[in-house]
């Protein structure tokens, strides 16, 4: 009987000191010291279904297609309005707070990619097999997530990965759009463990200090624009989140391409343009912003 009190005692302890991966992360702060390695599902993209993963409404193609890297909405689930402005706000609280991040690695699909560059860390994005679903084999893909995960972040950084919502071996990231699971490196033993969830309203209530909802009606008064892929050598997409007009001009100052009353999507066809450096702008009466495009 001592024997099994023992057992079921020591059994008990070593669950209650075990991390939980259901542990909501609600202390942000945590991220200002480093060493952590979050897991983003993308932002909201429409047609999904979180407890499957969100495949769902993705058209698909052959593999020589690549049909999955391509931000035409025909092909693949895109990232909606509400999704652009989740990816921002998550990378304004990062900025403003300085919750550094040293790796930016992204799934190859567009709605990951983009979530990535909206963003705006000023950190290179790194396109991983790893982190991106369906078309590679998951053996493979369950490498590379260990590989990332056995990499230490640079030193008071933290690592950000954007994939999607899905289970491969140990590496279970089913969660709602724009949650993180979080994993913590351990210097000590060169491992990573998962801590908990960073839920997407933790973000939301560090930007405005209410709720959700208000998050996404502040940011619809502030114009914004998105360009991806960038770079680019054929197509891109453009995406502004509230109506404005739209004007992009290379170096030399001359414009290339105008729309007046733009909102939504646009995609186009760059294959023609010089290589080099644009400037997209988008303006309404009293506000403008620009945001830069490279074509290779």
């Known amino acids: 009987m001592k024997k ?11 669950l209650c000191t075990l991390p ?10 945590i991220l200002r010291q480093g060493g952590y390695i979050l897991f983003f599902r993308h932002a909201s993209a429409p047609g999904g279904n979180f407890a499957t993963g969100g495949t769902g409404n993705d058209a698909g193609g052959s593999l020589e297609s690549q049909w999955w890297k391509s931000c035409d909405p025909a092909t693949g689930r895109q990232l909606s309005t509400t999704g652009r402005f989740e990816a921002m706000t998550i990378g304004r609280v990062m900025r403003s707070q300085n919750y550094r991040v040293g790796r930016l690695i992204s799934s190859e699909y567009c709605r990951a990619y983009e979530s990535a560059v909206l963003m705006n860390m000023n950190t290179t994005i790194q396109l991983s097999s790893a982190a991106t679903m369906v078309v590679y084999p998951d053996a493979e893909r369950v490498l590379g997530l260990r590989e990332i995960v056995s990499q230490a972040p640079v030193a008071g950084t933290n690592t950000v990965v954007w ?9 279970d990231f089913i969660v709602q759009w724009s949650d993180a699971v979080v ?8 491992t990573a463990s998962r801590v908990g969830v960073i ?17 996404v009606n502040a940011q619809a008064n502030d114009i914004s624009i998105s360009v991806s892929p960038n770079p680019s050598t054929e197509q891109i ?5 509230k109506k404005c007009d739209i004007s992009i001009v290379n170096v030399l100052g001359q414009e290339i391409y105008s729309e007046a009353d733009f909102e939504g999507t646009r995609n186009l ?6 290589s080099g450096t644009y400037i997209i702008t988008a303006g309404t ?7 830069k495009f490279v074509k290779f």
Do not use: M, P
């Not at 560090?206 to 909802?213: L, R």
């Not at 066809?269 to 010089?274: G, L, P, R, T």
């Open 183 to 190: 994993y913590r490196y351990n210097t000590t033993n060169a």
């Open 285 to 291: 009466a009293t506000k403008r912003v620009s945001t």
């Open 199 to 215: 839920r997407y309203a933790a973000w939301a209530q560090a930007t405005t200090g209410t709720s959700v909802a208000n998050a």
């Open 20 to 29: 939980s991966f259901a542990q909501d992360i609600t202390d942000l702060n």
């Open 269 to 274: 066809n760059v294959s023609a343009w010089a």
């Open 4 to 14: 099994n009190r023992f057992f079921v005692s020591a059994f008990c302890l070593i």
């Open 163 to 171: 994939t999607h919502g899905t289970s491969q071996g140990e590496f």
């Open 237 to 241: 997409l453009l995406q502004a989140g």
